[in-house]
């Protein structure tokens, strides 16, 4: 095993290429078995494993920065930059990240997970270079995914104008989750198709039919220019916003990059290197359904199969599911993501009414003024995106929605701790920072059939943007006796009656109320639980009747600060109802990975912790 | 007067063209005029008159769309579209706003103040219209400056992709605020200046010159090619996107204008129609200076002089002088904006240090990353963005700067609420959004000297984000005893000492709170005025003594809504702190356009209504 002998890179600069293919090889079998047990992005990993090698064997690194885009692509990177003994523990609670982390590995150059950043980060890299009069390169490396992101455009705008040395490594597996979507991405893939160069070529060649030249000459020329042409095809865009483009290259080939990489070093200049890659190169399953093993849980290796109990429904597949029924119910009802056709459930409702679900690639913020011109037209757009990418969507739904009171759905899925992808990742901000913008409803469902209500409501709703947040995975089933019978803006659920404590829950945290309630009750302490559906409105009604409690505590998945238990907090105090209070949520830090239970744990949602602690809160306010 | 006929499009269409150039020098005037008396954005509006008349002209508005992008150029499209008679209430509270508005106009289509959102909303609305089969046109109309917007891109590449009929005119001023920066705005103004045609030039020369051509020919075909290319070469950006290009067109010759729209209106697919302009054509101050005559207050027609009274200097040039200082104190600190060099302040530092200041265009979320990148390398970036627009770059501060801890300095200027601009430029978000965000430092200054303090501190702070905002206008002046003697994080400064309230005020209502304490002597009660100047993290040793007061209260200038007074609200609820407690802070709406004085007094953050409220406070306490 090669690969026993290399644990950074100044050991891989030793060997010769041919060794290399011998190691990419050994690298791939050691990322496949892992991630069958770990779970992980395999095929994005699997896709880059000759561009790391590469990059690495020819780039001086640490002292050159390679800056990752997204990250999840880095599983090589990781193995060959000291953590190969630790791979292991990828993605595990106390183990390494999923992705590219500064505290990690002082090869890991800039923190990412989200899709587009690295040419902003690697451009700021480069300045700094320049100020400080050193000579590193700095290299970014971009999937073509990416590439449809409104910041990776910004990057390389910015970068043309400014001139300085910097190389853009464009990793084109014409695929960002799902297949790539938007003009780019076809952009790259095309050779000679577009309109320009057929219009520009036939020009050409009817000029030259036109002069007075010999037959034989003129038919040469005219191939010899298109072929010319063609040459400089898929790098024109780069070229016009000011970079040097090389490629396509195979970038499985190592001779080819490795030769590319020592060429470019010399070239001064911001530099776009197009290579293309297969995204799960070298495991059958994951080249032929890369967008399953793009993150995938444990699997079988010889099968290919997914090892999972699924013993409930996802909350995006129960949410995928509704979305079709109401599409056949409502012909206004169309749907909207960003490259989460298949994350959000959206692929059944974009196979039945392909012409009304639109997959925009990973541009949030297009997504959302998108839907708001539907909308402003009469349609009722759902917009599904994760909570933590619905952040870079924050000034559109101020700006473009919110403002305008249009009625768009947002169906924000992976709300609260997500696990494994991490500190990222993790949709814990969204409370926060929708709840102060005004004609902005916002609703959480504590169960399966909440969800749907909630959904179908939304679609009905007309006075302005509606905000549906729900947790990722499966969704928890209640007791059919708290089914709520109709919705209503504002409206809470009370689902047990008690007189001491009475607990506010959010969504996924109405379950764990209704435990902590069994437990204290065994403790001789009564509680009522309100499910509050609406974290905006709120029920004002069941604020200003919390006076007959001693206690009063909120439990939900979202950063304490601007949360749901501080919106209570401030109408409860400004209000004078004195009684005793906690706000359960999650702390002022950026949340790590591991399990979703374990962090639910550590973090203080779990119910052992709520429990004990409001016993003492009543204690307290007896005492 | 041809302009006394004209109230609506259909109006305009009875005219000849002749009649319209007149027009077009009416509305000018009339323009001028009125402006000049308002104040308002001159300079893109007088750009663009022949423009919009001649898309009424030909559009048969209000059945086509037009979406205007950003909006401030819109003057006279609302003169022709029934608001010429309101048009002298422009930006005044109660009168027109300065940008399109729904619920102005069955003419404007889609509300807007930011840049780059009309692609997404036109493609939106173009969508639309294929799923009810409809036929109208759909234009959104975009400058130069907003193309360097990551969401118009993102809308560019989508609309290509999706390849339905949709128009783009893009306004090619060479101009955001500040002139143009970014490849794509260059690459408008280039001609076959660049290294992808100057190489693929060469070889098709030296083919020609090396096939057995006879000399003329030759010659005459190499001219002959390289015009062919020339003819291409400005929209080839856009066909590789997937737009027919056409154009570039003399903006201000209402004939080609006309010829072209009717021609593309029989054109199916996406359409870029490339359109030159002058920014403040037709008067001579303007197209001198048309940053100056961006946006601008009263001015005297004659001159083109401002008519202001600069009593105090502003806050953001307090700001900008004080950069220049620490630049040449630290050799580590550069300031980056976005296109708002002069708005910030930041021109003399760009004057003095041009490689340590980077305005890189509409791009904020660009900025916000690349200052990640400079500061990862150890140096300490100051971002200087309005709080409004910051919002675009809310992912970046979470996703690419708290989660590292990165110490950029965010200048958050025209924070809280900024006046004539209107709903979709007030900055009365910020301290919502960003209190929620882990790792980051919220801080307020209450007058020049402490501005100046606070960024001289923040350019030393090593662990983490460092947030300063301040508001857009002038910076009061305190009393020579209210100067802090330092600045420590999350301290508070006690300014006046009394017994029956405390009042915690942040940045500009600071003063406000002082004024309410001298009014509260009159009438006997007793009140300690607290700085808040650090909003996060709080000053917990002043809550925590806040028992001893018989009230609290808190004032700000953000919506209430996670505001400084929630959090205040939060932790003395939290901490059993027994007082009565009411903050005053902006309502859960959108503030429309008005005076700030005007605005203050109406969202009750004047002296005499915080005034009487607190007093009642005290008395029901005291029932």
Chains 1, 2 share one sequence.
């Not at 992980?40 to 001086?60: I, M, Q, R």
């Not at 790259?188 to 060649?205: A, C, H, T």
């Not at 290796?301 to 109990?309: H, R």
């Not at 399966?448 to 007309?462: D, G, M, R």
Request: charged share 25%.
């Amino acid at each position: 095993m090669l690969l026993e002998g290399v644990n950074y890179p100044e050991d891989l600069r030793k060997l010769s290429v041919d060794e290399l293919k011998v190691l990419a090889a050994e690298i791939r079998d050691f990322i496949i078995k892992t991630v069958s047990k770990t779970g992980g992005h395999l095929a994005s990993s699997l896709g880059a494993v000759e561009l790391t090698l590469a990059l690495h064997y020819v780039f001086d690194t640490p002292k050159d920065k390679l800056v990752w885009d997204v990250g999840h692509q880095t599983y090589a990177h990781k193995i060959i930059t000291g953590r190969k003994d630790k791979f292991h523990t990828l993605r595990q609670y106390g183990g390494i990240s999923g992705f590219p982390k500064v505290e990690e590995s002082i090869y890991d150059t800039f923190n990412v997970g989200h899709a587009g950043t690295s040419i902003s980060a690697a451009l700021g890299m480069a300045l700094a270079r320049d100020l400080e009069k050193s000579q590193e390169n700095i290299i970014a490396i971009i999937g073509d995914g990416s590439l449809s992101c409104g910041i990776a455009y910004e990057g390389l705008d910015n970068a043309g104008y400014i001139d300085t040395d910097l190389i853009v490594v464009v990793n084109d597996n014409n695929m960002s989750i799902s297949p790539s979507l938007g003009s780019i991405s076809a952009y790259l893939s095309k050779k000679m198709s577009g309109p320009v160069y057929n219009k520009l070529r036939d020009e050409i060649e009817k000029l030259i039919t036109t002069l007075p030249l010999p037959h034989e000459p003129a038919l040469k020329l005219a191939r010899k220019i298109e072929e010319s042409m063609k040459f400089f095809s898929p790098g024109l865009l780069f070229e016009e916003l000011g970079f040097k483009y090389f490629g396509p290259l195979d970038g499985h080939k190592l001779e080819d990059l490795i030769k590319i990489f020592n060429n470019i070093k010399k070239i001064k200049g911001p530099i776009v290197v197009h290579v293309v890659t297969k995204k799960g190169k070298g495991y059958k399953p994951a080249e032929e359904n890369p967008s399953l093993f793009h993150g995938i849980g444990k699997f079988d290796i010889e099968s290919g199969k997914p090892l999972k109990s699924t013993k409930n429904k996802s909350c995006s597949s129960i949410f995928g599911d509704k979305v079709v029924d109401l599409m056949s119910k409502n012909p206004n009802v169309v749907a909207i993501t960003a490259a989460m056709l298949i994350g959000t459930g959206l692929q059944k409702a974009k196979d039945i009414y392909p012409d009304r679900v639109f997959d925009v690639g990973i541009a949030e913020q297009h997504a959302t003024t998108m839907a708001g011109g539907l909308a402003m037209k009469g349609y009722k757009p759902v917009v599904a995106i994760y909570s933590t990418f619905l952040q870079r969507a924050y000034d559109q739904i101020i700006h473009d929605i919110a403002l305008q009171k249009l009625p768009v759905v947002f169906a924000i899925d992976r709300a609260g701790i997500v696990g494994d992808d991490g500190e990222t990742h993790q949709g814990v901000f969204d409370i926060s920072y929708l709840r102060c913008v005004p004609n902005m409803v916002i609703s959480a469902p504590k169960d399966p059939k909440e969800l749907e209500q909630l959904l179908e409501f939304a679609t009905k709703y007309e006075d302005g943007p509606f905000a549906i947040r729900y947790p990722r995975g499966f969704c928890e089933e209640f007791d059919e006796k708290f089914v709520l019978d109709r919705i209503e803006i504002g409206r809470w659920q009370r689902l047990t009656d008690g007189e001491d404590l009475a607990i506010l829950a959010v969504g996924n945290c109405v379950k764990t109320a209704l435990n902590v309630s069994e437990k204290l009750k065994l403790k001789g302490i009564s509680s009522s639980v309100f499910n509050a559906l609406f974290i905006k409105p709120m029920d004002e009604d069941v604020l200003r009747s919390l006076s007959s409690y001693k206690a009063v505590i909120t439990i939900e998945e979202n950063v304490a600060i601007g949360g749901f238990g501080e919106g209570v907090a401030k109408f409860l105090f400004e209000n004078g109802i004195n009684v005793s209070f906690r706000q359960f949520a999650l702390p002022d830090v950026f949340i790590e990975h591991g399990s979703q239970d374990i962090l639910r744990q550590k973090y203080n949602l779990g119910v052992d912790y709520i429990t004990s602690q409001s016993e003492s809160l009543l204690i307290n306010k007896g005492s």
